[in-house]
């Protein structure tokens, strides 16, 4: 059983930036970001492979968001920069011990979620 805890959401304005964290109790092999606003379906944001650290993003935040994880301390980090109001969410970590996927049915292991809003 994996356990994940979110950390580091807020209210930022257009163009600022954030960084999240999600701290996990357990081993895993991939470990994601996900958000999900008002009214939408969760989406894929980024995941990252905890061994070698081969990474992946959705188009709308390749070049703005990077992610990243520190072995040692077995957190993973989504840093946020240009944020943009359409980045307004729901924020979830996510973990799997398989393969990278970028459907939330892939991540059986789900944190509490984190909101971050980017006004106008």
């Known amino acids: 059983q994996v356990q994940l805890a979110e950390s580091g959401g807020g209210l930022v304005q257009a163009g600022g930036s954030l960084r999240l964290s999600c701290a996990a109790s357990g081993r895993t092999f991939t470990m994601g970001w996900f958000r999900q606003a008002p009214g939408k379906e969760r989406e894929f944001v980024a995941a990252?492979?905890?061994?070698?650290?081969?990474?992946y993003y959705a188009a709308s935040v390749q070049g703005r968001f990077t992610i990243s994880r520190d072995i040692i301390k077995n957190t993973m980090y989504l840093q946020m920069n240009s944020l943009k109001p359409e980045d307004t969410a729901i924020y979830y970590c996510?973990?799997?011990?398989?393969?990278?996927?970028?459907?939330?049915?892939?991540?059986?292991?789900w944190g509490q979620g984190t909101q971050v809003t980017v006004s106008s």
């Open positions: 996510a973990a799997s011990s398989s393969i990278y996927s970028s459907e939330p049915d892939g991540y059986p292991y």
């Open positions: 990252i492979k905890w061994s070698g650290g081969g990474s």
